[in-house]
């Protein structure tokens, strides 16, 4: 690609953009005088789609007119209501419908996965995760090592960069496999680290811990709406992932979960049970003991809310109408674009620390401002640009395809110079 480093190239590719008519689909966040802030920031938490309020205005209206019985009549039925998503869900994450359901949130996901696939015995016990893993995952993990009666010091493996490097490097995940693998009873990896943004093989990463007897989990809250995933054919045990950053529907909105669907007829496997997850035909008879839906289903617990249901549904509809293979195409390019002006401000103080290598990668860059703290944040905040600081001295900054242009990304830079 040939980039420019002019508005009027900005502008171009935005014209020629096919993505281009869904910008206006979103709420823009709005500065005092009137005109959008550049908002960067979905992947923390993407932006409203117009459409939103609608879907949630239909479940209260037929909530107030039908009571009860709006598990049935209602337009878009509650009783099977998570069954309206799956299918697009799978297609977000390139799964089958049979390995993907809607429920709960992230890490109460996370912990359903591990009662069921983290089973450690004396030999076997560990669990590796990145060592600058998302807080919650941390506590996760190190939490059901502690529940099972080890101690998360000597069974929580932590895959860390070498000295002086950010980036945690292939070889070294599959050294430490390949050391450890037989005393690894779990492999549990953000597949795209919320940091660094950098995105891990999960295929091969999947491979190496198979060969070795681990079992294989990814959390994909970073990667989820924003890479593909092809989650099926990683062949990992279980991935769970949030709705809320790059799925755009709404704050603490209920997550995804997938298991693979050579686990989807194994009753045998330790869960912990709820009615939702009980054989649909006889959930109501209320007496039987638990018989499991086959696939992921079955690991369902409550009849889930469905006002949050209804913004991801109608946050999926437009995921279907874009069509994940023009958002993919959107998001190299446009991250692309945002990295080329980057290094063309030739600035000493700043450096990409997300991989350089567009497949290792999603929407974000990790920009590091060397010698910076946060007021340089609160600058370029103050100059219309929505961000996110984390200390030391990185901004983190993410073009979402869907609904932020070319022009977004060269104003960002623009502020970017003035403010440094
Ligand atoms: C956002 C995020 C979470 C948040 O978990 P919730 O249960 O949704 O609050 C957890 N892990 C990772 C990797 C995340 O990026």
Redesign the pocket.
Known sequence: MNYQNTLQFAKKMDAADPLRSFRERFHLPMQKDGTPYVYLCGN?LGLQPKSTRAAINQELLDWENYGVEGHFHAKTPWMPYHEFLTESMAKVVGAKPIEVVVMN????N?HLMMVSFYRPSAKRNKILIEFD??P??KYAVASQIKFHGYDPVESLVELKARPGEVLIRPEDIEKIIEEQGDEIALIML?NTN?YTGQFFDMKKITALGHAKGCMVGF?C??GAGNVNLDLHNTGADFAVW?S??YINSGP?SL?GCFVHERHANDKDLPRFAGWWGHNKETRFGMRDGFDPIPGVEAWQLSNPPILSMAAIKASLEVFMEAGMDNIFKKSKTLTGYLEFLIKEMNNEQIAIITPEDPNQRGSQLSIQVKNADKKLFDKITEMGVISDWREPDVIRVAPIPLYNSYEDVFRFIKILKEAL
């Open positions: 923390s949130t992230l890490s109460v996370l893993a998302f919650s995952d953000g919320y959390d809250a970073h949030c809320y950053k603490g997550g």
